[in-house]
């Protein structure tokens, strides 16, 4: 099941990746687009074309991604009335370029032929050619009226409101991209939480006391008792033994009755132990050789005692 969520968590980071440096790409190439595509230069007449009856002018452009739409003039023709405002809506993605539906709500005032109008859209851009349509004249027919019948009046007509899919899209993409965020930090959390075995630490801290070692950050005295610490905390950990709540001495004393270090290691436990505290306590000159000479050893007492088999049981966790 891990192993599952962890390779639904790696492709989905990476499809979300894709789609990011897809959209990326599209909106820094479109910078390099001036052109603005028009489907025709006149708009298409849809709808009732009744007097009073809601007629719809619409038409399609293709511009560049990152280009947006300053003002829109609507100048409808002699017999014909603007109702609403003009509408935009996202049609479809092109990588750097975006295709767009325009849209006007048209009211006819009086039967007949209507005149024909015009639509300019000027864009933020100034290099950028504003797009010009025509509205094409159309047949606007009388409305029969039948005794009884209630008349309504053109401004008076209720206009439909379509909902915006563009930002529903919006929507998902950045809940997606939240999911992703969220599981992978949350599997970068639970890694990071994942214990070491204890000999892994031990030898994390031996590396860093050698290097502030050769930055000179440690002194050679604060290094014998840094590497004290941690040869007693590893052995501690590894065999659970007090050895961080024990004298020298004592310590020693412990393992002489069950000493779970292999015999090579263990005289040099018991004369680096007795250097350390004869530059602890009694204010010996550290010797800076013999300090790296004892991180060498601890390194190899570390590398003998570990256990990989309780290594392997801490990384599946």
């Known amino acids: 099941m891990k192993r599952f969520v962890k390779i639904a968590l790696w492709g989905g980071g990476i499809i979300v990746l894709f789609i990011s440096l897809t959209a990326v790409s599209g909106w820094l190439w479109s910078f390099r687009l001036k052109q603005v595509e028009s489907g025709a230069s006149d708009l298409a007449i849809s709808g009732d074309t009744k007097v009073g009856?809601?007629?719809?002018?619409?038409?399609?452009?293709?511009?560049?991604?990152?280009?947006?739409?300053?003002?829109?003039?609507?100048?409808?023709?002699?017999?014909?009335?603007?109702?609403?405002?003009?509408?935009?809506k996202w049609k479809r993605y092109l990588w750097s370029r975006k295709e767009l539906v325009f849209s006007q709500t048209l009211v006819p005032l009086?039967?007949?032929?209507?005149?024909?109008?015009?639509?300019?859209?000027?864009?933020?851009?100034?290099?950028?050619?504003?797009?010009?349509?025509?509205?094409?004249?159309?047949?606007?027919?009388?409305?029969?009226?039948?005794?009884?019948?209630?008349?309504?009046?053109?401004?008076?007509?209720?206009?439909?409101?379509?909902?915006?899919?563009?930002?529903?899209?919006?929507?998902?993409?950045?809940?997606?991209?939240?999911?992703?965020?969220?599981?992978?930090?949350?599997?970068?959390?639970?890694?990071?939480?994942?214990?070491?075995?204890?000999?892994?630490?031990?030898?994390?801290?031996?590396?860093?006391?050698?290097?502030?070692?050769?930055?000179?950050?440690?002194?050679?005295?604060?290094?014998?008792?840094r590497l004290t610490d941690v040869v007693r905390d590893y052995i501690e950990e590894r065999f659970r033994l007090p050895a961080s709540r024990r004298t020298t001495a004592e310590f020693l004393d412990d393992l002489s009755e069950n000493n779970p270090l292999p015999p090579e290691q263990r005289p040099f436990l018991s004369d680096f132990l007795s250097v350390a505290d004869q530059v602890k306590f009694a204010k010996a000159q550290p010797d800076v050789m013999l300090l790296h000479q004892a991180i060498d050893q601890a390194e190899k007492l570390i590398s003998s005692t570990g256990n990989p088999e309780e290594e392997k049981e801490v990384k599946n966790v």
């Open 53 to 88: 009856s809601p007629t719809t002018a619409s038409g399609s452009m293709i511009l560049p991604l990152r280009e947006r739409i300053k003002e829109i003039e609507v100048v409808p023709g002699k017999g014909c009335a603007v109702s609403g405002t003009p509408e935009i």
């Open 110 to 225: 009086t039967p007949g032929t209507v005149g024909n109008g015009t639509v300019k859209i000027v864009f933020r851009s100034s290099d950028v050619e504003p797009v010009t349509w025509t509205i094409p004249p159309f047949e606007a027919a009388a409305l029969a009226v039948t005794p009884g019948a209630e008349l309504q009046l053109a401004d008076a007509m209720p206009t439909e409101k379509r909902f915006d899919h563009r930002y529903l899209w919006i929507g998902l993409a950045l809940a997606l991209l939240a999911v992703g965020v969220y599981l992978w930090q949350r599997s970068r959390n639970k890694q990071k939480s994942s214990p070491l075995p204890p000999w892994k630490r031990a030898m994390e801290r031996l590396e860093t006391l050698r290097f502030e070692l050769r930055q000179r950050r440690v002194m050679p005295e604060q290094g014998f008792a």
